[in-house]
């Protein structure tokens, strides 16, 4: 068996110790695919059934709710309930629902009364109605020999589900004491601030979000959120399609996995649906709203007489009477958090225009209020963004086997928050996680609020007539969509002009996660008539880029009303709380506060108005900041395993790239001041393909050398060799006389421009620079930044943006880089390209003034005219072959052709033709003359000799009629 290629020269005991790393690959690789190779999950049985439970409290007639059990392998074992989302029906939880039983519990989901196959009407999770309901299926699942039980009639159960269906577990936990756990996801506290919120307070709770959330009458209506949700109770109920998980920490997106249970996966298809004009009835109707079933002349569908009011009442003032604020309360779990005692697990989405991070602070702190055990998980999804992917639902499978079974570790009350990043190159986000010890406030140190000075004078905005142009900060339930594009994401943030006004900080000197809600104090005064509703105005909080592109976190918005302002004209000052988001603001980038009249997902005022907007004096934005370590998600064996392969994968090249690396240090003493020799130098390709072939020759200290050659001819496969970039076939190349291989020390000699060079274009050219040296790990003082500059020529255009740069200050600014740290040795690949004269004018003097401080240029280039002018010595490839190499003048005169400038042309002619020169031309008084094998300077002496006056003689070919001729003699070879 042959040996290993890149071994054949390795002494014998190097040899062993590679073997043996190699087998220790191969049997990582084995316990890899050994440990993907478990058994399979345990079967689920499944039993479809009909419930029966009351269509009113004390009515006698019956409604029909739509069921299935999911039977573990072993029982008797705790049950959890799984309701869905708004929208959705039991088909939507399928998935989650199989996953939680294959853990081991008895699971049962539904479709809630007015979706799905189920019969009634849609209540909002009235404690009457959907909690009652709940409560029926708990009395039964008491019942079954398959549940465990705490008592007569007291199921061992849990709760989970997301929107919707979260908030039903709330409102079920704080009216049954049977339930023993709850796991609610992107879910609400208060509905009416969830749909009217007014972040118009001042002040905040300790994650920075609002301190009371009770319902406030003059909030401001999220209209479009509102109109999807009535639009798709109205229309009939989806069956539950597939939804999109969010982002996890080391977890790629699954798109193919089935949607909707944990949040996300409805209400977001809701509200795509109800975007895309859908709405048409699914399912089994069963009972109508008033006036008969869904359809023409019943605007309230599937909802009951009292939604259908507060909805009209809403929406056609944009405020609520006191029966809607009645009734929202009523359906909301704030109205029973005092009452939770059961452990807690809340997860909301960091990516939620619906009900935000703010929705899930206020329900931790009800419950710890009320002594319950509350743990806070936000992560990178939501309504806008997906729902939890299976490493968060493996969380909540946790929470509930350690609340339920006792299995596992306790999962405490910590809090953890994801940090999401910028996309990588496969299109998903990087996100990292975080853990605190506690929530902010609750068994821990409020947040810390670091402030952060806004700059801004007073600015005017305008209400316009209607509201309309509105900007625009996002579509409902697309949002996420958006984010995947830096196109889409500037078409969803549109701001109309003379409607907002701007207060920016200074650039970030480092780092600053923001995790909460910041809080500002604003002065605002009207000029002239305010509208009989009060003043409306937004505000957003921007994260800006170096280059200016603006980033709005999450599409948060802050409505804000204002009741009243003083006619006089006198300013008000109102503290304004800004949407809680999770965001690192990289050191550079500044924050923008932005304040708008209006907002396309928002009821506003149509009565047009203008006011005057300021920083409240001393005033700076205080940002929340929660500490907290970043964490993994366990151990993921077959990754962890991966990772050791790759690693001692990694071990066995290092160890021969370093017996290479030990060789390249080996000098040859003879070629220490030698810049460049090159020995029978080839590299071939697979399949026959060489790009260069035996090639020779020398470069010497002080020379300016030309590598010619047409396209194809091997001159950049030979730069990219001399590099270390590619490894050549055979032969050898020194340089200072040592042997170049890929990283070997002596390439830190070379400074190099090899196809092109990138730049970084919202930097100036001077920081660009900077970044690249401080990327060599050398040290500043040795970068000759000031004489890499003067002698590249770019004047103060190097303290200007490269964006703003032309095609010629860029390729000065790659040469500059490339004599950064004043190399002995500059290697150019096609350095003109893309120049106009003047410019290429202006490289040739750059080159050679370079090349005047001693040190040695190559030059790869196909202007054969500036080569000429520039460079001091050639060497012409053709086919990957060398085909001449010299002194420029000399190659130019090898072919006999020469000049002569005297002062009787005719004779001059005619005295060379006798002397046996027979092709000889005249212009004015240059006699140009094909010498075959005469010296130019016998040919002198034979025209001084006839009386004829030679006033200059030199030699007639220009480099290009070289070039051709050698590459046309070498071609038909």
Known sequence: MPRIPLLRDTPPRRRRVIALALVAVIAAAGVLVWSQTGEEASPVRTEDATVEVAAAPGSPDRVRLDTTLYLPEVTPAPAVLMPHGFGGSKNSVDADAREMAERGFVVLAWSARGFGRSTGQIALNDPDYEVADAQRLLDNLAQRPEVRTDGPGDPRVGVTGGSYGGALSLLLAGIDKRVDSIAPVITYNDLGQGLIPNSATPATSAAGTPAENAFAPDGVFKRSWAGIFFSAGSGGASSGEPGNEAPEAGQEQDDDAPGGGMGGGQDSAAAAGAVAGAGQPGGQAGQGGPGGP??????????????????????????????TLELLHRVSPVSVTSNITAPTLLVQGERDTLFGLDQSDATARQIAAAGGKVKSIWYAGGHDGGRPGPKLRAQIADWMAFHLKGEGSDPGTGFTYDVQGALRADGAPSVRTVEAAAYPGIGAPPAERRQIPLLGQEQPIVNPPGGNPAAVSGIPGLNGVAASSSRLAGLFSVEPPGQSARFASAPVDSQVLVTGSSTVRLRVAANGPVPPEGAVLFAKLYDASQDGTRTLPGNAVAPIRIPALPADGSATEVTVTLPPIVRPVESGHSLVLVVSTTDQAYATPVQPATYRVSLAEGSALEVPVVPGTAVSAGWPVGQVLGIAGTLIAALVVAV???IRRKRSHVLDEDLADTPLVIENLTKSYPGGLTAVKDLSFRVEPGQVLGLLGPNGAGKTTTLRMLMGLISPSSGTIRVFGHTVTSGAPVLSRIGSFVEGSGFLPHLSGQDNLRLYWDATGRPADKAHFTEALEIAGLGDAVHRKVRTYSQGMRQRLAIAQAMLGLPELLVLDEPANGLDPPQIHQ?????????????????????LAEVEQTCTHVVVMHRGRLVAAGEVNDIVAAGGEATFRVDRPDAAAETLREAGVSDVDIEGRLVHADLGGMERADAVAVLVKAGIAVEQAGPRRRLEDAFLQLVGEEANA
């Open 294 to 323: 869904p359809g023409a002349g019943n605007p309230c569908g599937r909802f009951t007489e009292a939604v259908c009011r507060a909805y009209a009442d809403v929406a056609a003032t944009g405020k609520a009477g006191p029966e």
């Open 656 to 658: 021969i790239a370093g």
């Open 843 to 863: 490289m040739r003097e750059v080159l050679q003034r370079y090349a005047a401080t001693g040190r040695t240029v190559v030059v790869s280039s196909h202007l």
